[in-house]
């Protein structure tokens, strides 16, 4: 093992914001990170918070959840920015009315993806047809770089998924399922404009993220992505490299991951996501997973990996169940797996997202490696044997993340609750008595006992800041409808909001 690994986080205590791209305020029907982004990086200065947290950023599909991406290396066209495409020339200011009619409390996936697609499409055609040659030389290098390794396989996936009415590749003729050559060729000879779109639209994506990296460095702010630890099995990934998974030569996986029952849900999740085959992984030195690191830290300062606890061990749950409830613990990659990354990038820029039932392994394991682990003020609150003061400072608090109610929403106890009543009155009593707050400012008293806590980094989701109640909850996992829909209000977020919470940080010394 590699001697003197440094911590991920800075050695200085600071203080961050969650909230998901597409929740950014502006005109265009979503959040994206083109102006909207680089106007909230001012913001983040205001209120004196140093890292912006967001959800992955790959492309979505059926349910809209960033964590079934498309692929684990393409962006989310829908999070191009419009006016640095109206600055290049690449759209007309006439054509944006439909999307500027969009609702803007909230994400109408339905009628935003039709209007925007075709909006970048046209985009991608007028780059095509003649653009200035520093912008052709920039995509002629982003093809360089990433054609062979990712970009070329999705967007053949995404043509092939087009032509077959959007189902998931498993499902798609034979001849596509198996990547015959002879086929593949002959979608690139037939399919040649749509597959350069494709990959327009890749570049303008990357060139608006490198932009936002950029400035939020000049800044001296830390942009914090999160990286899902499956992919989805109807994922270019998935379809280019199935043997990296334990699915059959047509795709098919006889076990799935999920966790579980737990705080989350009493049968637990069923994710449905393909279980990697890990001695395959072993067998090629972990390279497909240091080229995602490296890429995810190419794009970020800090990599949050969503299920850190399936490295050591995972739940193998059978193809055909109902529920998470009945599956098995299976042995991870374990040290194998941080080795190999350690070796090839050196101190990695990663957090566990360690949540649920860890046992003492799982805590080994990143201890081992100085990865910072998560604390979730919702979660330990009404345990009697909580203390704030024993909180490990290599790690994040958190009053709740996206997954969790709103402060709020939480204290109140909503519909979606999976407490009882009782369990509801018993957290309400517990942080009244460890805050000394009030119902009344319980969104304030809750990151005030987060920026207290000994951990180097605490973070807020933006609901929070806002006090805002559960009908500005992000996701209910184990649902699939009406997620990942909330959107800040323009104007919501006031000078006077940003003041109370620069004092909020200063007072913590996280300023």
């Known amino acids: ?130 653009v200035n040659g520093r912008l052709k030389a920039g995509y002629e290098e982003f093809l360089h770089r990433h054609d062979q390794a990712w970009l070329d396989d999705y967007a053949l996936f995404r043509i092939l998924k087009s032509a077959h009415g959007e189902r998931p590749w ?61 992919i989805a099995l109807d994922s270019a990934d998935a379809w280019a490299h199935p043997e990296m998974l334990t699915v059959d030569r047509d795709g098919q996986p006889s076990f799935v991951a999920g966790v579980p029952p737990d705080y989350f849900s009493e049968d637990g999740q069923l994710w449905g996501n393909p279980l990697y085959d890990w001695p395959y992984h072993e067998a090629n030195g972990y390279q497909w997973w240091i080229d995602r690191l490296r890429h995810a830290a190419d794009m970020a300062d800090l990599v949050r990996i969503d299920h850190f606890r399936g490295f050591e061990a995972y739940w193998a749950i059978p193809v055909d169940s109902e529920t998470a409830r009945n599956g098995t613990w299976e042995p991870g990659p374990r040290e194998r ?94 942080v009244l008595r460890l805050t000394g707050g009030s119902a009344e400012t319980i969104h304030q008293d809750l990151v005030r006992l987060a920026f207290a806590s000994p951990s180097r980094l605490a973070i807020a989701p933006m609901q929070d800041y806002l006090g805002l109640g559960s009908a500005a909850r992000l996701n209910i996992p184990g649902t699939t409808r009406n997620n990942w829909r909330w959107r800040l209000e323009p104007g919501q977020l006031t000078a006077e909001v940003c003041d109370s919470v620069s004092k909020m940080v200063m007072a913590a010394a996280r300023g």
């Open 337 to 430: 797996l941080f080795e190999a990354m350690s070796a090839a990038m050196g101190d990695l820029p990663i957090v566990a997202e360690d949540l649920g039932v860890i046992t003492p392994e799982v805590d080994a394991l990143r201890h081992r490696y100085r990865i910072p682990g998560m604390v979730v003020l919702q979660f330990k609150v009404g345990d009697p044997a909580f203390c704030l003061d024993a909180i490990d400072e290599n790690s994040i608090c958190y009053t709740g993340t996206h997954d969790n109610d709103t402060t709020v929403g939480w204290f109140e106890g909503s519909q979606a609750d999976t407490r009882s009543a009782e369990e509801v009155t018993a957290s309400q009593e517990a």
């Open 1 to 130: 093992m590699r001697q003197n690994i440094r911590s991920s986080l800075p050695r200085q205590r600071m203080a961050g914001v969650a909230m998901h791209i597409t929740s950014l305020p502006g005109p265009f029907g979503i959040g994206d990170i083109g102006d909207s982004a680089l106007t909230f990086l001012d913001t983040l200065k205001q209120m004196q918070l140093k890292v912006w947290q967001f959800l992955p950023t790959g492309p979505t599909a059926y349910g809209d959840s960033p964590y079934q991406p498309l692929s684990a290396f393409a962006g989310n066209e829908n999070l191009i920015g419009i006016e640095p495409l109206v600055r290049q020339g690449l759209v007309l200011a006439g054509e944006t009315p439909e999307l500027e009619a969009l609702p803007t409390g909230f994400v109408d996936y339905g009628r935003l993806i039709p209007l925007k697609s075709a909006l970048l499409n046209r985009a991608a055609e007028r780059f095509a047809g003649g």
């Open 170 to 230: 498993p499902e798609w003729e034979r001849a596509y399922v198996h990547r015959e050559a002879s086929m593949l060729e002959r979608v690139r000879r037939q399919s040649r404009a749509h597959i350069e779109r494709i990959k327009l639209l890749q570049f303008l994506f990357d060139q608006q993220w490198q932009e936002l990296h950029r400035r939020a460095g000049e800044k001296g702010l830390c942009l914090f992505a999160d990286m899902p630890i499956y």
